[in-house]
């Protein structure tokens, strides 16, 4: 948000704070949250850099098209694990995924 706008909001009695502030999140939730995010956009780039549809990544993995969907647009819901072995069945090395940490 620009300072300006910024400034114009709060001057108004109202005050900005970010999503991991206003839901009270530790420092390791937001880590948590930030891997999470990372590496689900890791595997939506992958996996359109190899054009391979939602449901063939399913299939590769054992689930359906709509648990990858899941895991892609709401990072949250899917665990670290899940996470990281989709990533490794898409070909990411073990220290790529260290980097999105």
């Known amino acids: 948000m620009d300072t300006k706008k910024?400034?114009?909001i709060e001057a108004a009695g109202y005050q900005v704070v970010d999503s991991?502030?206003?839901?009270?999140?530790t420092e390791q939730e937001?880590?948590?949250?930030?891997?999470?995010?990372?590496?689900a956009l890791e595997i939506e780039?992958?996996?359109?850099?190899?054009?391979?549809?939602?449901?063939?990544?399913?299939?590769r993995i054992g689930t359906k098209?709509?648990?990858?969907?899941?895991?892609?647009n709401k990072p949250a819901s899917a665990t670290i694990d899940s996470l990281?072995?989709?990533l490794l069945v898409l070909g990411t090395s073990p220290r790529r995924i260290a980097a999105l940490i």
């Open 30 to 39: 937001k880590a948590i949250v930030k891997m999470r995010v990372n590496f």
């Open 20 to 25: 991991s502030e206003w839901l009270g999140l």
């Open 84 to 86: 990281i072995n989709t």
């Open 65 to 72: 098209q709509s648990g990858v969907a899941r895991m892609l």
């Open 45 to 59: 780039r992958i996996r359109k850099a190899k054009k391979i549809s939602q449901q063939a990544l399913a299939e």
């Open 6 to 8: 910024k400034s114009k």
